[in-house]
């Protein structure tokens, strides 16, 4: 193994704290005691505030595919018309588990590069006098292309065609890193997952539920068990689970949570728009190109960078995780060579950021990608520019 | 926190063995890169010898409950007609979840004190002309009564009929413990978790699946996705998953198949034999009784005990806890406040097992249930009967 | 390596709590910044309870026999005198240590079967009218010999001869084990080690100070650098260390206090002496001796037993190790082959004991040790007719 | 605690990596048993490896300082005269310790800004017609400035003089990082410790000795007892140690040692030296100036940067701490103020020096440092210009 620690800059997993890791590092404990019973409520409570939530949050021992599966399977029936926008790589495989399992999709097509269209989904819900749309589904930041869509606007655009649809969101890689309203915001389900903002190995998987979702839950049809909510609300009453939970990985969730309300959700928030920014103006500095086209829905997570025409993007990759043993995220499907992901989400900070931002500069000069040099630079400008401590707050508590 | 080491002595979650707790508390590592990849061949591979198969296994980044599950969704079609042994609450459950995912479920009645009964699934097969049956459904080991079917029995029994149904049967309790030949055997899919025999937390599951299985897959009609073989099968091909895997956990599993290989199976399945019988010795020293009713079916992974009439095993389990830091295992729904249940799978040894004993009958004298002091001088008298280490290759690797 | 969890029953090091070992494993932080200064605060702080004492602890990055080094070079001169009784083997170590380093060791000779005898230390001191005894030096808890000598018995004794020498005391395997207080009974030195009752890996040793001994200190001419007490107190007033600290022992201590404390050293030390008891009826079980002589001197830390005639401890603790993977400690020097050693001190429980003692009894008949069957049976009956949950208190605490 | 990963780049103590942390995290064994005579024999004899040389190498469980201590103690008597070089604050250390210790010590004066002098010390020893001189003692690495001094020119300049004193040599901050060969530079006691270039957590310190050494101890009569290398040689010639070891960082030195020579020792000094050169050109980038004034000894373990007149490395260092959360070494005695150190040591990699250099780029510009921007991109150049995957045999190691 190379010297140094590994830099993990895909856009998730991410960089495991070792407070979590060490918290995982602990002796199973018996599911059906006491002990267990304390852990369990503890952390069914706090993960509602990360959802910015006071209703129900289910934990899945699943990762966050199954997370997807749950919202739609507890939800609808089947042959169901569920409205999905083609945000990409993500949004794409949650359509196509929605045809798996026996629903109808009308795909409100895209070009990778914006979010899901408030107008759209607001037009396709005033065309649909029937109500034959049960459920719209919208991928909160696209992990595949680094553009987060404007949950709140699409909230509105549902609410003025008085549509009864359910609104399905997928906050997998911006849950604990952008902010996200579950409540305020309307949304009926909220699915997650452990390793991205949550900062935990992946593993656990999360669906917030609103009362017209339960509500829902009872007269869909899709067959379910495994993702059943029904008994594990009942079982979470207490504490407990329905069947043997992810316990060490809870262990982990309950550290990850403290973290973030130590941090202070704001200030979590504050940190990775700041590193985003930061990272843009590298990549601009470079004379590359973002992704994303709409400066409204840059991501706070992760940057989207394009290839100048003609290079490879992995093989840019492979030359900077050979000699530079960091790891970025590669283009998917049809972005497959044409862009790379940078990941600056999580447990994340400055100097870790300067470092990835090297990584990337010096591999760019390495693997013969045209660029203009400076985008470390420019990214320090802006670092050095906007550092937190200059309030006393930041600084008393890093001192203390 | 009370002094010293809890002693986990349910029938699972199992004592986690610090090596697979260390191995799991390494950073995450990228799920699309080289060094996962090597990771995923590993342990795909080493599961395989686990199960005693050369056929795939199925890695799930979830628990137990979902094997099951993913058993059944893959291979069967709405409304397919499944044959099933009541053998305690475990397949009870299994058979509450077909009757979800919409099969029938045609239901061999027991009193959870017997296995699965080769010759009245003989019976049922013979009779099923139509061959309306798609699959039968065994649990290996009944983790609720403490009682183990004689899986290669049931096989033959089916063989006599030449019907041809699956074969589907639960080793959630018995991999890693009692005895399993996933090929030999004839089986088609066999489901396990991780938290038992394996000595891993909760949170990984298994599939082992035969030809016939696969081809089942091909054409069975219940909605899938999450749960799907054909695209892990197909990413497992090259070690990757096709979406975020349990990267940590599988860390651990691949420390857990060293350690059963390192102590070779055979040795494994001893240790659990020997540490079952000591324990039933020490239960008839204290004049109790055993659930399981037919020797033939001793469970090597736990051992349920039958409360005296009157007296209240959840009041003795409690007790135990409290006076002696022991968790143990309850009995469950028809069975509850009737039995308890002493694990004595996974990470464990003489001694363990000793003060695990040591507790029951302190507990009982404390909890005031009428029993016989001396069980514990019966195992001793056993385990000193039988100690391993007379053999010289356990001397030497102990002392080396 | 073999199945389950090792038993560690030698006197030290001694089984450390997961809670210990995962604080331990945590980032090294720079020792001169004020993440370290706050952790130097409260470890120099909490430690002082542990002493029950108001007046300084200095900690060295040092194991145990360090601390004997320090405790003699701070106080004395070359050709003073110091005082020992030979309790047992380590007590020959810190006088062959003096000798080395240029004391005058006046020795009390003993059978390594009674503490120091504190009229024996009375009559020394009482003819010594010139006060060329410049210190006495009892070790309290013989971790060789299993005697506990009666420090309060010996400070009056040499109060009442109104000698002004020093009192210093070894308490490497009493500390957090068996009441000591440094400051109710008058020591000058208390010399301490972290492996023991302290449930810590090697690598840390204490001196708490008197008054008189750092006015001792500022004229002893025995020269001294790393042990210096001058620079580590000059340092310690501002939470830091003269030179480069162990770091990550310092993280494990913080945790050892914080348990030792959640307990509440009355109940800890309560704990070892019903440990002790239990242990010394299963002895008697066996019907074999046990080498402390006198009850009031009995060890709550350890027991040392004596084997019968012509048979050989060592081959006795190997047939234990090699069947049932537990350490005892073997008898030293002159008590080698004749004597084995039962650690039940630190991070312990009842049925931890009922294991090592099962493992005991199962290696004497797997040894061939002539003794009767049943030392188990009589400590069962000693642990459940005592178990401390029967408090209301402890089983509020156990099922919180 | 701030959000990611402190950057600890102080000279030591190092970024332990995770491996050797995790090794130490695993409970503790039996110092007098099979096992631990195993891991005895092992460390024993890679350590040896470490410092290159086939003769004895004694592991103290204490930290560095005491291997000075012991290395004098070992090897002279009261009032012999040392030749000591002051090339800063450590070596001002170990001479105050030499005269604590009963020595006399003949000081070569020094700037602070360059190493041991050979000619002076040539010198010293030509006029020493009557071998008062004992030993020469030597700092290889100044940790205080920065500065290397060359041990095999000061071996010959012994050498040309035919003098028969000892040379004693502190690799505290070098072994492990900075090419150093015990033998073939004919060194007699090498010091160092655990916590720089060996990755280990503070706590382990050796002596490494040659023949000439071990025959000075027969006759040295400083007094000693816990640092006595003739029973910790004894005792070592089994694998055992004469009193307890600090067995769980004897654990981590063996994960260390193995990463040492994984890596292998050339390619581990090619890596320190390459990081140095990069940081020098940071610093010159920058328009500030480095200590050590002499190129041929600039260390590659650490650089040591003067501030411009009238400004205070230590609210330089404070607001990189506060702002950047980032560790950097201060100025000791009279260079308080006056320098700050950068450690590039230990395990550390390219990125970890980018985001170490954009720490101290932004630290400047915040704390109002007159400085030019442009030192970081002045390191990408140097590093993405000699980056080590370009050689075909690193390539596949890290994509294995």
């Not at 304390?38 to 509602?48: N, P």
């Amino acid at each position: 193994m190379p010297s140094g620690r590994h830099f993990l800059q895909i856009p998730g997993p991410t960089n495991v704290p070792d407070r979590v890791l060490r918290a995982i590092d602990r002796p199973t404990i018996d599911h059906r005691g006491p002990e267990f019973q304390k852990l369990g409520q503890e952390v069914l409570a706090g993960i509602k505030e990360i959802f910015q939530t006071r209703q129900p949050v289910i934990i899945y021992p699943a990762s966050g595919t199954g997370a997807w599966e749950a919202a739609l399977v507890n939800t609808l029936s089947p042959g169901d018309r569920v409205l999905m926008s083609e945000t990409g790589h993500f949004a794409s495989l949650w359509q196509q588990m929605a045809g798996r399992l026996g629903l109808e999709v009308e795909l409100i097509p895209g070009d990778w590069r914006h979010g899901a269209d408030p107008q759209e989904i607001e037009a396709r819900l005033a065309g649909d006098r029937s109500h034959a749309i049960k459920a719209v589904c919208v991928v909160h930041n696209e992990t595949s292309t680094g553009v987060t869509s404007r949950i709140p606007e699409i909230r509105r655009a549902i609410d003025r065609t008085g549509h009864p649809a359910l609104f399905l969101v997928d906050t997998i890689s911006s849950l604990g890193s952008i902010d996200y309203r579950h409540d305020e915001w309307g949304v009926d389900v909220t699915v997650s997952g452990s390793q991205k903002g949550l900062m935990l190995p992946p593993g656990l998987s999360f669906n917030a539920v609103s009362e017209k979702a339960l509500s829902a839950s009872r007269t869909a049809r899709l067959p379910r068990s495994f993702w059943n909510w029904e008994e594990m609300l009942a079982a979470n009453a207490t504490g407990f689970f329905p069947y043997t939970p992810a316990t060490n990985l809870l262990y982990g969730l309950k550290e990850a949570i403290a973290m973030l309300l130590e941090e202070g959700l704001p200030a979590v928030f504050a940190r990775h728009e700041r590193h985003a920014e930061a990272t843009r103006r590298a990549v601009r500095g470079w004379g590359l190109e973002i992704l994303c086209a709409d400066p409204r829905e840059y991501s706070a997570a992760l940057t989207t960078v394009m290839m100048p025409e003609g290079h490879d993007a992995d093989a840019l990759r492979k030359a900077i995780l050979e000699n530079f043993d960091m790891s970025l995220g590669a283009g998917l499907t049809r972005l497959k060579g044409r862009v790379f992901r940078i990941g600056h989400l999580g447990h994340f900070n400055d100097l870790m950021l300067c470092g990835t931002l090297s990584g990337v500069e010096m591999g760019l000069r390495l693997a013969g990608v045209p660029h203009q040099a400076g985008g470390v630079q420019a990214a320090l400008d802006h670092l050095a520019g906007s550092a937190p401590a200059d309030e006393p707050d930041q600084r008393q508590r890093r001192t203390a």
